[in-house]
């Protein structure tokens, strides 16, 4: 409760200086994801997969990967998803403020059908990472006799958070420091064979490490 009290306060500030202080909203430049490449080492993503209109314009992403890396030995298939918000709250006429926020996975994962049986925060060292180690989320989710191993993490502007609140409280940060409100949702999903969580985490561990680096030229720091 008490995190959530503090993420309103920070969302009613930053409306406030929206309303009084933004003057130009900042839109970095940044290489869309078009040009991420599909091969990284031995891992491939054999096609993109697009989302239809109404479910982009429901979660609001600026722009997104969606891909399944694979790779043949050992056979391994891993989910990301990169969406790239170029702003989360943006001036409307007459002084109005429309929000666009990032979804946090942990709402949108029960509303498609998986539950989340395990959760935990760990810290994550990558190469590439904007903070070694970085704390990270860390999921188990269940869909009848279906498992996942889910990592996730927000990527905004140099810094890697884990938890939602932090989330809305940089916003009022980085839209009175910078005048930017720009930031990412990086995810990576992998099924669970025979409930092996150890070669999950390794599978990961193994596409993260080859993918995080090259994040910043499509998340601009």
């Not at 969302?11 to 839109?27: K, P, Q, R, T």
């Not at 943006?90 to 946090?104: F, K, L, Y």
């Not at 949108?108 to 994550?124: Q, R, T, V, Y």
């Not at 999921?139 to 989330?167: C, H, M, N, P, S």
């Amino acid at each position: 409760m008490t995190k959530s009290i503090i993420a309103l306060a920070f969302l009613m500030l930053n409306f406030y200086i929206y309303h009084w202080f933004a003057s130009d909203e900042v839109i970095p430049s940044r290489e869309p994801f078009a040009h991420f490449p599909l091969q990284l080492g031995d891992w491939t993503c054999p096609q993109r997969i697009t989302m239809d209109e109404p479910t982009l314009k429901n979660l609001g992403a600026s722009d997104y990967l969606i891909c399944d890396y694979q790779r043949a030995n050992p056979a391994s298939t891993v989910g990301v998803y990169l969406g790239y918000h170029e702003t989360q709250i943006r001036t409307a006429g007459g002084g109005s403020v429309d929000a666009n926020p990032i979804h946090p996975p942990k709402h949108c994962l029960p509303g498609s059908g998986w539950d989340i049986i395990a959760e935990s925060k760990i810290a994550l060292d990558l190469p590439g990472l904007p903070q070694r180690p970085a704390e990270v989320n860390r999921f188990v989710i269940a869909k009848g006799e279906a498992r996942q191993l889910v990592y996730y993490w927000y990527q905004t502007q140099g810094r890697v958070i884990a938890d939602d609140w932090q989330k809305i409280a940089y916003l009022s940060l980085d839209r009175a420091r910078s005048g930017r409100t720009d930031g990412a949702l990086v995810r990576f999903t992998v099924p669970l064979i025979r409930g092996d969580e150890a070669q999950a985490d390794a599978t990961f561990r193994d596409l993260a490490a080859l993918m995080v680096p090259r994040l910043p030229t499509y998340v601009p720091n």
